[in-house]
């Protein structure tokens, strides 16, 4: 399938969600995840329309980074050592995995303008995951006032691999209402108005929970190629 038509179909499922739950599809970005994937075919991202782009590694968002022709929004998704924070901050738009105060340590040297993260959370407790437990998202967005290169931007969470609805949905619907709680505490370096949750399989029960930002790899660009 060409990624245009895969996007044609992720976008009707997104207005879909967005019926459902009264919501504007201008409210739900789409960052398209092509580490599985190509330059070539995350060129056809961007042909495609595709603004926002997700690497969970930092030699493949350099390698895209370099590939490709055209506007992007580059998003770095995952697990970050800090040996390799340097290179992030220096390409990456956001970053989504901020889990540690090494980490805001490290992004704060290393920064030269303060760089949007989203704090990440292992709402569901799964050893396999990382992310900061439920209970320790608000001491830790407070701790971040130390480091001003650091802007909170919301949060984000992996939800358990699972079909089960209602696991996902109360995987969801705990993220926002921590989202809720940090942007309530009003500080001016965490805004937190963004929810990074929902993948492939779970993209459209993330939206009617309240998600803004869905990081879709297989459905839009395939798993290969
Ligand atoms: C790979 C990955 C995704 C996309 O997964 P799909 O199921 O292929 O949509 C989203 N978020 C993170 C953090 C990932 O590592």
Redesign the pocket.
Known sequence: MRVEDNFSVVKERIKQACERSGRSEDEIKV?A?T??VSAERTQEAIDAGIIHI?E?RIEGLLEKQHAINGQAVWHF??SLQTRKVKDVVAHADYI??LDRTSLAKEIHKRAVEPVRCFVQVNVSGEESKHGLTPEEVIPFVKELASYDRIIVVGL?T?APFTEDEQVLRSCFRKLKELQLQVKNLELPYAPCQELSMG???D?EIAIEEGSTCI??????VG?NS
Do not use: D, P, Q
Request: aromatic content about 8%; glycine content about 14%; hydrophobic content about 45%.
């Open positions: 960052i995840v580490k599985y997700g969970n998704i995952g989504h995995s984000m992996m993948m492939s399989n993209f990081r879709v790899g297989t459905a839009l798993e």
